[in-house]
């Protein structure tokens, strides 16, 4: 069974430049979770959606960043414009959520972002 | 505020020198501990899940234990193969909605042969 997949795995692009980054979950799972990895903060929750709908925006950092989900099989992560603060490894990780709550989430192998 | 944090920072140990490393949180609605395993460019792997104070889990070499304020990752006799960044994360969330995992810096593990 396929895992989390994510593209592209590096990405490098010049400040200002509008950065989008995708996520296809595991099937069959029904969260979605974008997170950020630094050396400085570690890895940090940017978004989650539950069935498609986010559930909570409260780590996304400004209004540069957005961040979709059409449908249960795909998500985007948006930055526009990009800064050169913005550059980090972006994971991606997806569980399902329901009655037994497990919980456990399942992570892609990330992108790597380097904004010039 | 809600907080996880991992001690030591980074441990180097010899190829068969039982060690622990250690995961302390505050948190409130506290749901689950999860133990990932991380490789240089490559994404969290996930290890263990543990519920409540007094569980164990053992994969391997691992061993993941749980009190009310920490929770351990014993390795025992260790091999190069377990050089790896450790993390750990608590799971919060209240009554039937999702919750989300706060993650510590992590422990990076390093064995020599």
């Known amino acids: 069974d396929a895992g989390v997949i994510q593209s592209p795995r590096h990405e490098v692009t010049e400040m200002g430049q509008e950065v989008t980054l995708r996520c296809k979950p595991i099937?069959?799972?029904?969260?979605l979770f974008w997170y950020r990895q630094t050396m400085m903060r570690g890895l940090e929750l940017l978004i989650y959606?539950?069935?498609?709908?986010?559930?909570?925006d409260s780590g996304m950092p400004e209004d540069r960043f957005s961040a979709k989900m059409p449908n249960a099989s795909f998500s985007t992560l948006k930055i526009q414009p990009s800064e050169p603060r913005d550059s980090a490894v972006y994971f991606c990780?997806?569980?399902?959520?329901?009655?037994?709550?497990?919980?456990?989430?399942?992570f892609g192998p990330g992108t790597r972002l380097t904004v010039l | 505020e809600d907080q996880v944090t991992q001690s030591p920072e980074a441990l180097r140990l010899q190829e068969g020198e039982s060690s622990s490393l250690n995961c302390s949180y505050t948190v409130s609605g506290l749901r689950g501990l999860f133990w990932y395993r991380q490789d240089p460019g490559k994404g969290p792997e996930f290890l263990f899940t543990?519920?409540?104070a007094g569980e164990e889990k053992e994969k391997e070499r691992l061993k993941a234990t749980l009190t009310k304020k920490e929770s351990f990752l014993h390795i025992t006799a260790p091999k190069p193969e377990d050089s790896a960044t450790y993390l750990c994360a608590v799971l919060r969330g209240y009554g039937g909605s999702q919750g989300n995992l706060i993650f510590g810096k992590g422990t990076k593990l390093s064995v020599k042969p």
């Open positions: 543990l519920y409540s």
């Open positions: 099937s069959g799972h029904n969260s």
């Open positions: 959606f539950n069935n498609n709908v986010p559930i909570d």
């Open positions: 990780a997806s569980s399902r959520w329901g009655r037994e709550l497990t919980d456990t989430q399942y």
